[in-house]
């Protein structure tokens, strides 16, 4: 029936439903009732839809009608957002009038309302006309109980703050009590008429008492999975626990190389090892050794197809979420001491000037000598004679890395590769999972020295394959956009830096340049950060097209697989492109899809890493409310300032909660007291009072303290020119950033449409009757 109704529609421009009935024949009660079906179906999935005057006509066709835009909308909390259209062109604003119930990742079809104005700086709008697809298929959070809605359970909010809708819960089987934790799957969306979810329970997750629930209730709403299922499991089980000797056959065999592993003390999947030593010619050789995961992970078995849909592991507080089950990154793939191991190798001749002249990437099998930890290497580099003397089989290994690393990160800053090392923090929790500490990660020259190593395995790999003209996965990162730059280089400015080239010509040396001009000054840190906030998002592509940020031509992943498909992948292309080239056609299918997955999991896996950082900064900072702070203000924006903490805690000071009106100057990113003149930029100190610390929302919020840090200005005209509240007045005219246009949208407006789609396939199916042959059949179509 559906091919038919394609064809008629075909030939015509619209056609009625009853004229529809007619030409199909389907004009009996039973087959128009099944008819109506059949175009709610097509019109569902967007093949046909209804034109202003209720006939039916090709989607295709009012689409080329309209001029409509396919893309993912992305939700602000405060109910407007913005539709991504691709990489290439700028999002599109929507109004929180014109989101149309779409949800936070959804697939959308626009309108444009209002093209772009680059003179004023003012992005496009759009108005979305229709939800393609929803990305939201289960949530998860605490039930809440409701006797208003007897026909439910009661209702969840989702950890997700972009939802601002209640999920209502069908009644299961079972009792609730309004104290569980649960993860439900969506089986009605929002709509104008009820604005809320419908969903069905699939699994009580904890309760609200249970230690860690709320780290697992962030986890299990992004649909990040602890447990892996019974098949991947049965399939880990059956690998061996040891290499057997038809396992090393064909491999290089580096068992007598003096090799070692070198991670964190709690590290318990060591996949890279690494050997080093002094050629005749003055060249170094290093080795970085890789477990060998392709060979125990099969292309489509199920533990690839479940490494695949996890596609990383993820790291968050007192947990990993691993891509591989336990028995496989923490046995036989993990290059413990003292046992044989498979592994890719890629061996590299590298020069004084930090070129490699000559590589080796093969499979090999390797034997450990030491499990050696970051703060033991640094022991022994610092001049630890005790530590020196415990491993002094490996300390000339250690020399010569370290020589090595020198080399490398001096031809990597020469060549422009920027350095984005800001403060990290470590959030220490208790055994019921409450942060009792907030620390600063310490990076030593160990940390730096195998980062060097593996970056440099990374590029050489890259370029090996990239050479040979075969299909291959690249870690890429491309040029940042000039707008961003533009931003980044408004806030140097505002330090007096001095800047040599332009937004859309800005070489990796004049940004290192900047960055060196501010080393050791108080926001240094602030500008890293900004620098790191420019850039474009990394992600993996079958194109190469260099990565910007490491100023590499070739870049991949090739150190990580236990932890990162891509690498696996990379693996998997080494064993099958050294047996055959034929195998270029397979690979050149798969891999567009496999970056695609990997990239959106990647980012999946940083947003619930920083969610869960956020909740417990906001945790531990609970009991300190009410105590005041020395911090640095971080970034400055028309709605405030934001405030860093030592510990990397980061909080907002209101506009609204200052003493005075500040106006907001664009070009230099500052507010300034209209009285006062007293002036906030990005960097500089200031004191504050912690007011508000939200574990829920993971917000902070902060109070500004006059102090001995202030910067005062003059105002009016001797000093810039106009009043604080006149400029106000011109700003409030010229504005149109997209944050303050979703704070003050226009009012609801009532639809002009007509009758709800409900309401209009019952009326069709009510004219059934007419085509029947009598009123019981009529009912029964009804």
């Known amino acids: 029936m559906k091919t038919d109704i394609l064809e008629i529609l075909n030939d015509k421009e619209s056609i009625s439903v009853d004229e529809l009935a007619a030409a199909l024949g389907k004009e009996s009660s039973k087959d128009f009732s099944s008819l109506v079906k059949t175009i709610s179906q097509m019109e569902r999935k967007h093949q046909i839809r209804f034109d202003d005057k209720g006939r039916i006509e090709l989607y295709e066709k009012k689409k080329q009608e309209r001029l409509t835009l396919k893309g993912v909308f992305h939700a602000h909390k405060?109910?407007?957002?913005?539709?991504?259209?691709?990489?290439?062109?700028?999002?599109?604003?929507?109004?929180?009038?014109?989101?149309?119930?779409?949800?936070?990742?959804?697939?959308?079809?626009?309108?444009?309302?209002?093209?772009?104005?680059?003179?004023?700086?003012?992005?496009?709008e759009a108005k979305i006309i229709d939800i393609l697809e929803h990305s939201l298929t289960s949530a998860v959070g605490q039930l809440v109980l409701d006797e208003e809605k007897p026909k439910y359970a009661g209702y969840i909010r989702s950890k997700n703050q972009k939802i601002s809708q209640p999920i209502y819960v069908k009644k299961p089987a079972m009792v609730l009590d309004g104290t569980e934790v649960l993860k439900v799957a969506i089986d009605k969306y929002p709509t104008k008429k009820h604005d809320f979810f419908v969903a069905s329970l699939v699994d009580v997750v904890g309760h609200v008492n249970d230690p860690g629930i709320d780290v697992l209730e962030v986890l299990e709403s992004m649909d990040i999975v602890s447990e892996f299922p019974e098949k991947v499991l049965e399939e880990a089980e059956r690998v061996p626990e040891a290499p057997t000797e038809s396992d090393l056959a064909g491999r290089l065999d580096l068992r007598e190389e003096i090799t070692f592993t070198i991670d964190g003390a709690d590290a318990k999947d060591l996949d890279d090892a690494v050997h080093i030593k002094r050629l005749k010619n003055g060249n170094f050789e290093l080795g970085v050794h890789i477990a060998d995961v392709s060979y125990y992970v099969k292309e489509?078995?199920?533990?690839?197809?479940?490494?695949?849909?996890?596609?990383?592991?993820?790291?968050?507080?007192?947990?990993?979420?691993?891509?591989?089950?336990?028995?496989?990154?923490?046995?036989?793939?993990?290059?413990?001491?003292?046992?044989?191991?498979?592994?890719?190798?890629?061996?590299?001749?590298?020069d004084a000037k930090g070129r490699v002249v000559?590589?080796?990437?093969?499979?090999?099998?390797?034997?450990?000598?030491?499990?050696?930890?970051?703060?033991?290497?640094?022991?022994?580099?610092?001049?630890?004679?005790?530590?020196?003397?415990?491993?002094?089989?490996?300390?000339?290994?250690i020399d010569s890395m370290v020589?090595?690393?020198?080399?490398?990160?001096?031809?990597?800053?020469?060549?422009?590769?920027?350095?984005?090392?800001?403060?990290?923090?470590?959030?220490?929790?208790?055994?019921?999972?409450?942060?009792?500490?907030?620390?600063?990660?310490?990076?030593?020259?160990?940390?730096?020295?195998?980062?060097?190593?593996?970056?440099?395995?990374?590029?050489?790999?890259?370029?090996?394959?990239?050479?040979?003209?075969?299909?291959?996965?690249?870690?890429?990162?491309?040029?940042?956009?000039?707008?961003?730059?533009?931003?980044?280089?408004?806030?140097?400015?505002?330090?007096?830096?001095?800047?040599?080239?332009?937004?859309?010509?800005?070489?990796?040396q004049a940004l290192q340049d900047i960055m060196e001009a501010v080393?050791?000054?108080?926001?240094?840190?602030?500008?890293?950060?900004?620098?790191?906030?420019?850039?474009?998002?990394?992600?993996?592509?079958?194109?190469?097209?260099?990565?910007?940020?490491?100023?590499?031509?070739?870049?991949?992943?090739?150190?990580?697989?236990?932890?990162?498909?891509?690498?696996?992948?990379?693996?998997?292309?080494?064993?099958?492109?050294?047996?055959?080239?034929?195998?270029?056609?397979?690979?050149?299918?798969?891999?567009?899809?496999?970056?695609?997955?990997?990239?959106?999991?990647?980012?999946?896996?940083?947003?619930?890493?920083?969610?869960?950082?956020?909740?417990?900064?906001?945790?531990?900072?609970?009991?300190?409310?009410?105590?005041?702070?020395?911090?640095?203000?971080s970034s400055v924006v028309k709605f405030g300032l934001f405030v860093e903490l030592p510990n990397t805690v980061e909080g907002l000071i209101h506009v609204t909660n200052l003493p005075e009106f500040y106006s907001y100057n664009e070009r230099t990113m500052t507010l300034q007291g209209e009285k006062s003149g007293v002036?906030?930029?990005?960097?500089?100190?200031?004191?504050?009072?912690?007011?508000?610390?939200?574990?829920?929302?993971?917000?902070?919020?902060?109070?500004?303290?006059?102090?001995?840090?202030?910067?005062?200005?003059?105002?009016?005209?001797?000093?810039?020119?106009?009043?604080?509240?006149?400029?106000?007045?011109?700003?409030?005219?010229?504005?149109?950033?997209?944050?303050?246009?979703?704070?003050?949208?226009?009012?609801?407006?009532?639809?002009?449409?007509?009758?709800?789609?409900?309401?209009?396939?019952?009326?069709?199916?009510?004219?059934?009757?007419?085509?029947?042959?009598?009123?019981?059949?009529?009912?029964?179509?009804?």
């Open 519 to 633: 080393k050791d000054q108080p926001y240094e840190d602030v500008l890293s950060m900004m620098l790191l906030r420019s850039m474009q998002q990394a992600r993996y592509s079958e194109h190469n097209h260099g990565h910007y940020g490491l100023a590499a031509e070739f870049y991949t992943h090739f150190t990580s697989p236990i932890r990162r498909y891509p690498d696996l992948l990379v693996h998997r292309m080494v064993r099958d492109y050294s047996k055959s080239k034929e195998i270029a056609e397979h690979f050149e299918q798969v891999i567009p899809e496999i970056a695609s997955q990997s990239s959106s999991r990647e980012r999946r896996a940083i947003e619930a890493e920083r969610e869960v950082e956020a909740m417990k900064k906001a945790e531990y900072m609970e009991e300190f409310v009410g105590e005041e702070f020395d911090g640095v203000v």
């Open 679 to 782: 002036v906030f930029k990005v960097g500089q100190q200031i004191r504050i009072k912690l007011v508000r610390a939200d574990k829920a929302t993971g917000e902070i919020d902060f109070e500004y303290l006059p102090s001995e840090f202030d910067l005062v200005e003059k105002t009016g005209k001797s000093g810039r020119g106009k009043s604080g509240r006149k400029r106000r007045r011109e700003d409030d005219k010229r504005s149109h950033s997209s944050k303050e246009k979703g704070y003050r949208d226009k009012k609801d407006t009532k639809s002009k449409k007509g009758k709800s789609q409900k309401a209009f396939y019952k009326e069709l199916v009510k004219k059934g009757a007419k085509h029947g042959k009598g009123r019981r059949k009529g009912r029964r179509a009804k």
């Open 78 to 124: 405060n109910g407007f957002g913005f539709v991504t259209l691709n990489e290439e062109e700028d999002d599109l604003f929507v109004g929180r009038n014109d989101v149309n119930h779409a949800i936070d990742g959804d697939t959308v079809e626009v309108v444009i309302t209002k093209v772009a104005d680059r003179i004023k700086g003012t992005s496009a």
């Open 358 to 397: 000559k590589n080796t990437i093969t499979q090999t099998v390797i034997k450990t000598t030491f499990r050696m930890t970051y703060s033991d290497v640094n022991d022994i580099i610092a001049g630890n004679q005790e530590k020196a003397e415990q491993f002094k089989a490996i300390v000339p290994s």
């Open 403 to 508: 020589q090595l690393h020198e080399i490398l990160e001096s031809m990597r800053f020469k060549r422009g590769a920027l350095n984005f090392d800001t403060n990290e923090a470590k959030i220490m929790v208790n055994k019921e999972g409450r942060p009792v500490d907030i620390v600063l990660r310490q990076r030593g020259i160990a940390e730096r020295m195998i980062e060097s190593f593996m970056l440099v395995a990374n590029e050489t790999v890259a370029e090996h394959f990239a050479k040979l003209n075969l299909p291959f996965i690249y870690r890429i990162h491309e040029e940042p956009k000039a707008e961003k730059v533009q931003k980044f280089i408004d806030y140097a400015s505002s330090f007096g830096i001095r800047i040599y080239g332009t937004a859309n010509s800005m070489s990796q």
């Open 300 to 350: 489509g078995s199920e533990l690839d197809k479940d490494a695949l849909n996890r596609a990383t592991s993820v790291y968050v507080t007192d947990r990993v979420v691993p891509m591989l089950p336990e028995r496989l990154s923490n046995g036989i793939c993990s290059l413990n001491p003292n046992v044989d191991r498979l592994t890719q190798s890629a061996i590299m001749e590298i």
